[in-house]
């Protein structure tokens, strides 16, 4: 398995480009299932995520073709309805398959997706959304069983415990796009990935009001057609290249990422006063003396502070004196980052579903595991601002959601190696954990 060496080399400098946003991908391409007719998807993040979504639709019957490093043709004629368990174990989001499958095939088959090491992750509202739109849901090994022979629309209110579900929104949206009927669905998620969905599927005929808002109202139509449509940028992505640059003090400009998408992590970046530059569609991170200031966040459904930048903003608030609190409101659980921080110095605890941090560490390289998607980022922005040499493991959970994560870091100046794990010395061979 490969490994990152990362050692702490001073400010990043230069610019970067932000990539399709994986969680926007995910979601468009099920939507393809949704016509026979070909979609043309560009600006695709070459991902390992991507990729098993590519490979779950080949395997339903769509053909799925490269036509450039990011633009992807695809185009489902006749597909199966079952998305078999050894698919979507590798890739949870293949759960974004129901509501197209019950679209298209008025029956879906889909294994439900395992837990994650950031929590359970429960479909219930899927579930639920499926049979306010008259649908026959059984759970039964493992699949769920959708008899949508008598799908049609209605009214839906599909928050949950912890606020809206972002593939939730997007399954039932799917499904009602060729509903019969009007579909009102409320306590939709607004995340920027649902509004592209929206988009791309308007473009294919769907009847969708109140795009970007929490109440979005469906007329079915009889079918949809093909489209070309541009994934919007990755505003994760660009809010971790954010967060290392800020950790170096660097002077980074950030491009094809359009501020508004990082509202409230810019907010909370202007708070600790960090400064930065803003025109239309980039992001320029500027270098600072003395320390930033520590803040506290919660994380809440998009417009809020995004979970997904939590462990992120958590590393450079290790480094940064004063104390500062980061609370979970998504998964309360996703902290899976702290203790490895804590091996590199950070003095930081879990208080229920809140980190409690005392920056101003001094962090020092160690050998530290990679645990999920968003945990690993965190690790190499901390690593970038440690004395000596940092050996990431198990960083297959990086390359779910970062492309080309470790050359564009380098490309800014970073001292950052892909290795083999046969390089890491003997003393920190995971064995050695046993
Ligand atoms: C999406 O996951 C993202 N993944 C996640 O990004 C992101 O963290 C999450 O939204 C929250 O923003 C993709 O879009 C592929 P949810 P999703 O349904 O849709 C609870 C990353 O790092 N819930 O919005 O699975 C759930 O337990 C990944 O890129 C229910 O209770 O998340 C959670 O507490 C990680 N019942 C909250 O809602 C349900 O039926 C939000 O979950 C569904 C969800």
């Not at 949870?92 to 398959?97: D, E, H, I, Q």
């Not at 998009?302 to 995004?306: L, Q, R, T, W």
């Given at each position: 398995m490969d490994i990152f060496r990362v050692r702490g080399n001073g400010p990043l400098k230069g610019t970067i480009a932000i990539s399709g946003a994986k969680n926007a991908a995910l979601p468009i391409f099920a939507a393809t299932l949704l016509t026979e007719e070909p979609c043309i998807i560009d600006n695709v993040p070459n991902l390992s995520d991507v990729r098993s979504m590519l490979d779950i639709l080949g395997r339903l019957g769509a053909s799925v073709t490269q036509e450039s490093p990011h633009r992807w043709r695809i185009e489902a004629k006749k597909i199966g309805h079952t998305a078999p368990y050894e698919l979507v174990r590798k890739m949870?989001?293949?759960?974004?398959?129901l509501g197209p499958l019950v679209a298209r095939c008025r029956r879906a088959e889909v294994s439900i997706p395992g837990g994650c090491v950031i929590g359970p992750r429960p479909i219930d509202l899927h579930i639920k959304g499926l049979r306010k739109l008259g649908c026959a849901v059984e759970i039964e090994n493992g699949y769920v069983n959708v008899d949508a022979s008598k799908l049609s629309g209605g009214p839906i209110f599909l928050g949950g415990r912890h606020g809206s579900t972002v593939t939730g929104t997007a399954n039932i949206l799917m499904a009602a796009v060729l509903a019969p009927g009007e579909t009102r669905l409320e306590g939709a998620a607004c995340e920027p990935e649902i509004v592209d969905l929206c988009i791309m599927l308007k473009k294919m005929g769907a009847q969708i009001e109140g795009v970007g808002s929490p109440e979005l109202i469906i007329q079915g139509v009889a079918k949809l057609s093909g489209c070309e449509h541009s994934v919007v940028p990755d505003r994760i992505e660009a809010g971790t290249f954010l967060a290392a640059a800020a950790i170096t003090r660097g002077d980074v400009t950030i491009t094809g990422i359009p501020p508004r998408l990082l509202g409230a992590f810019l907010d909370k970046c202007e708070e600790a006063g960090l400064p930065f530059e803003l025109t239309e569609n980039s992001i320029r991170v500027l270098p600072y003396e003395g320390n930033l200031n520590p803040i506290d966040i919660i994380t809440l459904p998009?417009?809020?502070?995004?979970t997904d930048l939590q462990a992120q903003m958590s590393a450079l608030m290790v480094v940064t004196p004063g104390l500062s609190i980061l609370t979970e409101r998504i998964y309360p659980n996703r902290f899976m980052h702290v203790p490895e921080l804590q091996r590199m110095g950070a003095d930081m605890a879990i208080e229920g579903s809140s980190a409690i941090i005392k920056g101003g560490a001094r962090l020092s390289g160690a050998p530290v595991m990679a645990s999920d998607l968003r945990a690993s980022a965190a690790l190499v922005i901390a690593a970038l601002a440690a004395e000596g040499t940092t050996w990431i493991q198990r960083i297959y959970h990086l390359d779910r959601g970062y492309e080309d994560f470790e050359a564009r870091l380098r490309a800014l100046g970073a001292d950052i190696e892909r290795l083999s794990d046969k390089d890491l010395p003997k003393e920190y061979w995971e064995s050695a954990e046993a």
């Open positions: 949870r989001a293949s759960v974004c398959l998009y417009p809020g502070f995004p």
